[in-house]
C-alpha cells in the first residue's frame, strides 16, 4: 500500500452548471466540502459543493470505430450485484415519451465500447474493467428511470437528475430513491435537443490521498451521480460515458502534473482532457499533442499514466502517492 498523505482539506466537485437548488439530506458520512479551492459553490444534498461547466465533445467528434462490430461483452465481475457497483440508467424526463426499448441497445453499446477501451489501457494484457451491475449476472442492466421535467427555464443539468434520483418517491416519479453509496450512478439522458443542457456532467471529490481506504472517491458513505446526454453517436456516449464515471472516481486530481485546475487536464486526446477554462487555460496554456490514439479509434484513459490513472505507477510516478483511479473499488480486474 502506498503511503497515506491526507489532503489538507477536501473538496466535492460537480461537472455542473451553477445554480443554487438545494436537493435535500444526503448519506451519512464526512462532510468533505470545507473549501472549494476558489470554484464556484452551491448548497446542495446539505453541502457545500463546488461546481464547474458541464462537459463537452471530444475534440474531434467520434464516428467510427474499427471494431465496432467485435466489441465483447462487458464482464459482470463477481456475482453481478455484491459490493460496489456502476448502475446505468436511461433517464426521460416527465412529460416526454418512454424511449427505453428503442435506445437500450445504443446504450448497451456504449457502455460495452467503453469497457472494452478501460481494457485496452492496459496492452498485452487483461485489463480493468467497470463494475456494473449486472441482475442476470450476464451483461450490464440498463433501468428505465423517469426524471423531473424540463422546468420552464429550458435548462436541464446533473442537479436535475440528482434531484430525481435522490427523490424518486417525493416527486411521484418511481417507488424507490436511488442513494445507496455502493453505487455510482449514472443516467443517460433523453429528450433534451434544443434543451440547455451539457453533453456529461458528474460529481466529483477533490481528495488526492492515495490510500484507497481514506480517499473520500472511494468512500461508500458518499454519494456519486453522473449524466450522459442521449442524442450523439454511441461513440461519442462511450467516451461521455468514461469521462463522467471518470469524475465520480476521482479524475482529475487538482494537483495532478497536468491538471487544468478544473478538474480536466491538458494532455490533448486524453479522454479527461480539454480545455475546460481552468487555470491553467486562463493563464495562457495550451492543449499538448502528445496522446497516441488507442488502437480502437478510442481516446486513451490517462495519457502517459502520470495523472489519474495507472495499474502500476512506477517510483517517482505522482500516482505512487497521490490518488490514483486505478485502485478505484468501482474498478476490478475481470472474473
Given at each position: 500500500m502506498?503511503?497515506s498523505?491526507?489532503?489538507?482539506t477536501?473538496?466535492?466537485v460537480?461537472?455542473?452548471v ?6 435535500g439530506?444526503?448519506a451519512?458520512?464526512p ?6 479551492d476558489?470554484m464556484?459553490?452551491?448548497?446542495a444534498a446539505?453541502?457545500?459543493l463546488c461546481t ?8 474531434g467528434?467520434i464516428t467510427?470505430?474499427s471494431?465496432?462490430t467485435l466489441?465483447?461483452?462487458a464482464p459482470?465481475?463477481?456475482n453481478g450485484?455484491?459490493?460496489r457497483r456502476?448502475?446505468v440508467?436511461?433517464?426521460y ?5 418512454d424511449?427505453?426499448?428503442t435506445?437500450r441497445?445504443?446504450i448497451q453499446?456504449?457502455?460495452?465500447t467503453a469497457d472494452?477501451?478501460?481494457d ?11 463494475r456494473?451491475?449486472?441482475?442476470t449476472?450476464?451483461v450490464?442492466?440498463?433501468r ?8 420552464d ?10 434531484d ?8 411521484h416519479?418511481?417507488d424507490?430513491?436511488f ?7 449514472v443516467v443517460f ?9 451539457p453533453?456529461?456532467?458528474a460529481?466529483f471529490f477533490?481528495d488526492d ?14 454519494l456519486?451521480y ?6 450523439f453517436?454511441t461513440l ?6 468514461q ?18 485546475g478544473a478538474?480536466?487536464?491538458f ?6 482532457c480539454?480545455?475546460?477554462g ?16 488507442m488502437?480502437?479509434?478510442q481516446d486513451p484513459?490517462?495519457?502517459g499514466g502520470?495523472?489519474?490513472?495507472a ?9 505512487t502517492?497521490h490518488?490514483?483511479?486505478a485502485?478505484s473499488g ?6
Amino acid at each position: 500500500m502506498r503511503p497515506s498523505r491526507r489532503a489538507g482539506t477536501a473538496a466535492v466537485v460537480l461537472a455542473l452548471v451553477l445554480t443554487s437548488v438545494a436537493l435535500g439530506p444526503a448519506a451519512a458520512g464526512p462532510d468533505p466540502s470545507t473549501t472549494c479551492d476558489g470554484m464556484p459553490t452551491v448548497q446542495a444534498a446539505g453541502r457545500r459543493l463546488c461546481t464547474h461547466g458541464g462537459d463537452g465533445l471530444p475534440q474531434g467528434s467520434i464516428t467510427t470505430l474499427s471494431r465496432a462490430t467485435l466489441v465483447p461483452k462487458a464482464p459482470c465481475p463477481g456475482n453481478g450485484v455484491k459490493g460496489r457497483r456502476v448502475r446505468v440508467f436511461y433517464g426521460y424526463p416527465e412529460g416526454t415519451p418512454d424511449r427505453y426499448s428503442t435506445l437500450r441497445d445504443d446504450i448497451q453499446f456504449a457502455v460495452r465500447t467503453a469497457d472494452a477501451n478501460l481494457d485496452g489501457q492496459t496492452q498485452d494484457v487483461e485489463g480493468q474493467h467497470y463494475r456494473f451491475w449486472c441482475d442476470t449476472d450476464v451483461v450490464p442492466t440498463i433501468r428505465a428511470v423517469r426524471l423531473k421535467a424540463i422546468g420552464d427555464d429550458g435548462a436541464y443539468s446533473v442537479l436535475d437528475v440528482i434531484d430525481s434520483l435522490v427523490h424518486q418517491r417525493g416527486l411521484h416519479l418511481g417507488d424507490r430513491n436511488f442513494t445507496d453509496g455502493r453505487f455510482a450512478y449514472v443516467v443517460f439522458v433523453d429528450h433534451l435537443v434544443g434543451v440547455s443542457a451539457p453533453p456529461g456532467q458528474a460529481t466529483f471529490f477533490s481528495d488526492d490521498e492515495p490510500d484507497p481506504a481514506l480517499n473520500l472517491n472511494n468512500d461508500t458513505s458518499q454519494l456519486r451521480y453522473a449524466m450522459v446526454t442521449l442524442g450523439f453517436s454511441t461513440l461519442n456516449e462511450a467516451h461521455l460515458f468514461q469521462h463522467e464515471v471518470g469524475h465520480t472516481m476521482g479524475a482529475v486530481q487538482l494537483s495532478a502534473p497536468h491538471t487544468s485546475g478544473a478538474a480536466h487536464c491538458f494532455d490533448a486526446e486524453d479522454i479527461m482532457c480539454y480545455d475546460d477554462g481552468g487555470r491553467y487555460f486562463s493563464d495562457g496554456g495550451t492543449l499538448l499533442d502528445v496522446c497516441p490514439k488507442m488502437p480502437d479509434g478510442q481516446d486513451p484513459w490517462d495519457c502517459g499514466g502520470d495523472d489519474w490513472y495507472a495499474v502500476d505507477p512506477s517510483g517517482g510516478n505522482y500516482l505512487t502517492d497521490h490518488w490514483n483511479v486505478a485502485d478505484s473499488g468501482w474498478l476490478s480486474w475481470a472474473r
